[in-house]
Every structure is written in C-alpha cells, then in structure tokens.
C-alpha cells in the first residue's frame, strides 16, 4: 500500500512514536481497491479478496468475494476485530478494535488460548476502523504487547463512511461466518477450507446508516460456504442454525435494530452477525446442505 499510495489515495505519514499510519478514507480519498488491499492485509495473506458481478441482483450487482484455504487462521487469528484499544477519557479518548495480523502476535484475548496459534515477527499492522490515528500511548503498547520495537509498527485506519471503510468490512463476510460457527460450538479444525460473498453496499456520511449498510450486506445479502470433515449430520445441524434468518432480531435493517437498544451492541442478538445463506459441504461423504436466504427487499431498503 506504501509503494502504490498515489495509486490507491491514501495519505502514509509517521507518527510520534516513529510508528508508520495510513489513512485511507478520513482526510485521503481512498477507494474500493484500498479497501480491497486493506481485507487482504486483515487476512493476514492467508485469504483472497476480488471483486465481481453477482449474477442474481439486478439493483446492487457487484460483490466482494472473499476465499482462504486457512480460514480459521485468516478469519479468527487475524481477520477478527477483537483487540481492544483505548486511551484516555472524555472528548480526547480514543478507543477501536483492532484486527490484522498483530493480533496474533499479542494474543491478548481468550480467544487465542483455544486457536492454540501464534506469530513470530519483527514488524506488526494492525487495521482500525477508525476516523483517527491512535494516540502514542496506543503505539507503545501495541508495540510492547507484540515484542517490537515502535518505529515497526504500522496502523491502518479508515472510517466505516468512507469506501475502503465499507469495503474491509463487507469483506468480513467469511469471518462472520467462522466466527458464528464458533459461537455454536462447532469444533474450528474441522473447518478445511471456506469461501463467501456479500454485495459492495454503497458509502453513507452518517456513521450508523454506514455501520447499517455494511451489516446489511452480510445479514441480508451475504453467503458463505463452508467444507467441514466429520459426520454429514454435523454438517447440516451447522448450515441451519449459521444464517442471520435464525435470530430474533431478524427482519429490520441493522440501523434500525442498532437504534431500537439504544446503541448497545451487547443488547443485540450475537446470532445476527452471520451471513444470510449458508452452505455447508461435508467433505468425507460428499454431502452438501443449504440452509436461509438472500433478503433483496431489506437489501433495498438499507442501500437507499
């Protein structure tokens, strides 16, 4: 992304620290294939990020399709926005979840002592969805908790308003599915290979109607499909309860549902955050299930 700035329109500067940022969506245009490259670095180069036209959506024709051999890793060791980072309290404090590769290198949540899986590194890039660069203190400890030394430390940050915002988190589509398949228990290494998709939705200057649309493409236009070993029933009991149709807060656009708790994430329900379709293959016996649906109508709602 450093090399091809001009290209991509995206601002790299050095922060306090010595640490290297990247905006590509506040104060620098950015773009769809800045958001692109900006999945692909959340995948932690274990996952492909294209693209290409649906085929079957006449009004939102284009989707991000998302594929990784090493989903698990790619999706939950990296990909995961799950580091949180704060500092300081009031107008001045700044807080984001941190996803990307330096996740791995920190293993700061409890997440890493079930993935059993670590990085060794000189260098750490964690992607933050953000409007603003963290402040030095966030470098510092960024850079302690990885093992490194600020100055290799790089920050990726754009706005969920902004193009290469949207575009890194509708390319979530595979993750939400992994991470759902998680919640359900399903055993992770049983998961061999997986790809997604899920509609480029279209930027809004509003940060919940962004946040909406964005969660909108993958609850209600997004499809994943998952091949898993072991028994073929296993594999139908995860392709029904993986959809987003099986939540009880199903059936509104996401802003709404958002504004309905008041702006609590934790009040919405966990099962939401999956893709609309589902598709399992059970790879021992050849087997294949598929289980939701995509919601055009709620898909034109959101998108406007």
């Given at each position: 992304m450093v090399a091809n700035a001009a290209q991509l329109r995206i601002k790299v500067s050095k922060g306090e620290a010595g640490e290297t940022i990247i905006d590509a969506g506040k104060n620098a245009r950015g773009g769809i294939e800045a958001g692109i490259a900006i999945a692909e670095i959340c995948l932690g180069g274990l996952g492909t990020v294209g693209l290409a036209?649906?085929?079957?959506?006449?009004?939102?024709?284009?989707?991000l399709c998302v594929r990784s051999t090493d989903p698990v890793i790619a999706c939950l060791?990296?990909?995961?926005?799950?580091?949180?980072?704060?500092?300081?309290?009031?107008?001045?404090?700044?807080?984001?979840?941190g996803s990307?590769?330096?996740?791995?290198?920190?293993?700061k949540e409890p997440l890493f002592s079930e993935l059993e899986y670590r990085d060794t590194a000189t260098r750490v890039t964690l992607v933050l969805e953000s409007d603003k660069p963290p402040p030095r203190e966030i470098t510092e400890k960024v850079a302690r908790d990885c093992g490194v030394s600020p100055e290799n430390v790089t920050f990726i940050f754009a706005p969920t308003q902004s193009l290469a915002g949207g575009v890194q988190v509708v390319a979530r589509v595979l993750e939400v599915a992994l991470h759902?398949?998680?919640?359900l228990k399903f055993p992770l290494a049983r998961v061999v290979d997986g790809v997604a998709s899920a509609p480029l939705s279209p930027p809004h200057p509003d940060f919940v109607?962004?946040?909406?649309?964005?969660?909108?493409?993958?609850?209600?236009?997004?499809?994943?499909?998952l091949f898993v070993t072991g028994p073929a029933a296993d594999a139908k009991a995860l392709a029904e309860q993986l959809p987003s149709t099986m939540s009880r807060d199903?059936?509104?656009?996401?802003?709404?549902?958002?504004?309905?708790?008041?702006?609590?994430?934790?009040?919405?329900?966990?099962?939401l955050f999956s893709p609309a379709r589902a598709i399992v293959t059970a790879v021992d016996t050849g087997e294949t299930f598929h289980a939701g649906k995509i919601d055009q109508a709620l898909l034109d709602v959101s998108f406007g």
């Open positions: 036209p649906t085929g079957g959506n006449p009004k939102w024709p284009y989707e060791a990296s990909q995961y926005a799950g580091w949180a980072l704060s500092h300081g309290e009031g107008k001045s404090a700044f807080f984001a979840l990307g590769p330096g996740r791995a290198l920190a293993r759902k398949t998680h919640e109607q962004a946040m909406g649309r964005t969660n909108d493409a993958i609850i209600y236009g997004g499809q994943a499909h199903y059936g509104r656009p996401f802003a709404e549902v958002f504004k309905a708790y008041k702006g609590d994430f934790y009040k919405i329900d966990p099962m």
